[in-house]
């Protein structure tokens, strides 16, 4: 019984990370952020952490491999996303500036 729970662990969790890799491979390759949320991301990241955490307390390798590789797909996007928004906020204030 407990082999076929850990079996619907690791294809859920296959079907979460196969759902993340259009998302990822769009983003590293346009490195275009502007409809994702900065916040979404954090919250993803910070969520797949707890969720790793909570498989490491259970044992549960369905869990932790499952939110490792979602952890390491959400960093690039939330990398690309922060450096895409400082950018642009330096941009604006630069802006500003030459106006003045």
Known sequence: MMALISLIGFIAGLFLIIAYIPQVHKTIKTKSTG??????????????????????????????????????????????????????SKKKKDQKIKKS
């Open 35 to 88: 409809d994702i949320s900065l916040l979404f991301s954090l919250l993803i990241f910070i969520g797949d952490a707890l969720w790793i955490t909570y498989g490491i307390i259970l044992k549960s390798l369905p869990l932790i491999i499952t939110n490792f590789v979602l952890a390491v797909f959400i960093l690039p996007i939330l990398i690309i996303k922060i450096k895409n928004d400082l950018r642009k």
